[in-house]
C-alpha cells in the first residue's frame, strides 16, 4: 500500500511539472522544453545547408538523436502521469508531440524523413501555456472570445466581400476581356479583383481602358473602407467585458484547461481537479 502511494505521489507531482506551468518547476521544465524545441529545430534547418562540412553534418545526426530521445522520454512520461491515456494521445498537443519524434525512427525505414522533423515547430505553441504566469494568456483568451463573438458579423461581411469580387471581376472581363489579353477569362479577373480589393497589388494583371481604370479606382476605394469594417466589429466586442482570470491548470481527468484561480472541480468533466 506505501508503494502504491508513493507510486500515486510521484505521478502526481510529475503531472504538476508537465502539464502545469503555475509553479516555479513546471515553468522551468516549460521554459527548458521550448528551448530544445528551438533547438531542435535549427539543427533540422541547419542540416539542410549543404556547404557545411561532413564532420558539422555528423553533429547534427548527433544531436538529432539526442533530442529524439529526449522528446521520447517526455512523452512517455506525459502518457505516464495522465490518468486517461488515449485521450491525450488523441489530442491535438498528443499527436503533435508523437509526429515529432517518429520522422528520426522513420529515418531507418524512409530515406529524407528526418526532415519531416521541422514539425516540432508546432510544439512551440506550448508556450501559450508560459505566457499564463504573467497574464497574457488572459488576454488572449479575451481575444479569443471576441472573435468568436464576431464571428457571424464576420461571416456575413466576408459574404458581401465575395461577392463584391465576383461582380467586379466579371464586369473586368467584359470591359478588358477584348482588348487586355490579362483578363482572359472571369476566374482571372477574379484573381485580380481579390488582389485588388485586398490592396496587395501585385501588378502582374492591371486594367488598359479607361472604364476599366475607373472601375480598378472605385474598387481600391473600396478595399482601404473595407479593411477597417472587421477591425471595428472585433474591436467592439473586445471592449465589451474584461479579460477572466485563469490558471495553467489541467484536469487530470479529461486534459481540459481555463479553470478559475478558485476551482475545485473541473467545470468541463466535474472532476476534481487535485485527483488522478
Known amino acids: 500500500m506505501n508503494q502504491n502511494s508513493n507510486r500515486q505521489a510521484l505521478r502526481d507531482r510529475l503531472f504538476t511539472i508537465i502539464f502545469e506551468a503555475d509553479t516555479p518547476a513546471g515553468k522551468i521544465f516549460d521554459v527548458s522544453l521550448l528551448v530544445a524545441i528551438l533547438l531542435s529545430v535549427l539543427v533540422v534547418m ?34 505516464y502521469t495522465v490518468g486517461n491515456r488515449l485521450k491525450y494521445a488523441a489530442s491535438f498537443f498528443g499527436i ?3 509526429v515529432s519524434i517518429l520522422p528520426t525512427y522513420l529515418s531507418f525505414i524512409l530515406g529524407g524523413a528526418q526532415s519531416l522533423m521541422v514539425i ?30 464576431s464571428r457571424y458579423k464576420i461571416s ?22 477584348g482588348v487586355n489579353e490579362s483578363f482572359d477569362s472571369i ?11 485586398t490592396t496587395v497589388g501585385y ?20 478595399g482601404y473602407s473595407i479593411i477597417a469594417v472587421p477591425t471595428g466589429i472585433i474591436t467592439s466586442e473586445i471592449m465589451r467585458k474584461p479579460p477572466e482570470k485563469i490558471t495553467t491548470q489541467v484536469c487530470p481527468h479529461c486534459l481540459s484547461e481555463g479553470h478559475d484561480a478558485d476551482a475545485v472541480y473541473c467545470k468541463f468533466c466535474g472532476g476534481h481537479l487535485g485527483n488522478h
Open 46 to 79: 541547419l542540416e539542410s545547408v549543404k556547404t557545411f562540412p561532413d564532420e558539422v553534418h555528423h553533429l547534427f545526426v548527433v544531436l538529432e538523436w539526442v533530442f529524439t530521445i529526449f522528446f521520447t522520454i517526455e512523452y512517455l512520461l506525459r502518457l
Open 96 to 98: 503533435i508531440d508523437l
Open 120 to 149: 516540432r515547430i508546432l510544439r512551440l505553441l506550448r508556450v501559450f501555456r508560459i505566457f499564463k504566469l504573467t497574464g497574457l494568456m488572459d488576454h488572449g483568451n479575451h481575444i479569443a472570445g471576441a472573435l468568436k463573438a
Open 156 to 177: 456575413i461581411f466576408l459574404y458581401v466581400v465575395v461577392l463584391v469580387t465576383f461582380v467586379f471581376g466579371s464586369v473586368m472581363y467584359f470591359v478588358e476581356g
Open 187 to 197: 476566374p482571372r479577373s477574379v484573381y485580380w479583383c481579390i488582389v485588388t480589393i
Open 203 to 222: 501588378g502582374d494583371i492591371s486594367p488598359v481602358t479607361p472604364l476599366g481604370q475607373f472601375l480598378a479606382s472605385v474598387l481600391m476605394i473600396i
